[in-house]
C-alpha cells in the first residue's frame, strides 16, 4: 500500500514540476516585458524574443548556480548575485534575436528584476 501511494506522489511531483517550470517561465518573460519598458538601455522586441531570453537566462541562472554554487539572483546573494545577474542579462543579447542591452541597462534591469523578484511569490519564483 505504500508503494502505491509513493509511485502517485512522484508522479505527482513531475506533473507538479513541469507546471512549477512553465509558470516559472511565465513570470520570467512578464518580468522582462516590464523590465524593458522600465529600463533605458534594454529593450527586447517581439513575443518570442521575450520567451527565449527567459529560456536562455534561466538556463545560463541554472548552469551557473549548478556549477559555480552562486545563486544569480539579484538580490539572493547579496552584490555577488546582483553582479551576475547583471552580466547574465548582457550576455544574454548575443543569444536572443532583438535584445538589445547596455552596460547600464544591465546593471538597472538587474535592480529591476531584484526588485520585481522581492515583490512576487517567492514559491514561484
Same mark, same amino acid.
Given at each position: ?11 505527482g ?11 516559472r517561465?511565465?513570470?520570467?518573460? %512578464? $518580468? /522582462?516585458?516590464?523590465?524593458? &519598458?522600465?529600463? *533605458?538601455?534594454? @529593450? ?6 521575450? #520567451?527565449? +531570453? ?32 547583471? %552580466? $547574465? /542579462?548582457?550576455?544574454?543579447? &548575443?543569444?536572443? *534575436?532583438?535584445? @538589445? ?6 546593471? #538597472?534591469? +538587474? ?15
Amino acid at each position: 500500500m505504500n508503494d502505491t501511494n509513493n509511485n502517485t506522489n512522484d508522479n505527482g511531483q513531475k506533473g507538479s514540476s513541469i507546471s512549477r517550470y512553465l509558470l516559472r517561465l511565465v513570470f520570467t518573460v %512578464i $518580468i /522582462l516585458a516590464i523590465t524593458s &519598458f522600465l529600463t *533605458p538601455g534594454f @529593450s527586447i522586441v517581439g513575443l518570442w524574443s521575450y #520567451i527565449i +531570453a527567459a529560456v536562455v537566462i534561466s538556463v545560463v541562472d541554472y548552469l551557473i548556480e549548478k556549477f559555480m554554487g552562486v545563486d544569480a539572483s539579484p538580490f539572493g546573494k547579496g552584490i555577488k548575485g546582483f553582479i551576475v545577474a547583471a %552580466i $547574465i /542579462l548582457y550576455l544574454a543579447q &548575443f543569444i536572443v *534575436p532583438n535584445m @538589445s542591452v547596455t552596460i547600464i541597462g544591465a546593471i #538597472i534591469a +538587474a535592480l529591476i528584476i531584484g526588485i520585481l523578484d522581492a515583490i512576487l511569490p517567492s514559491a514561484v519564483m
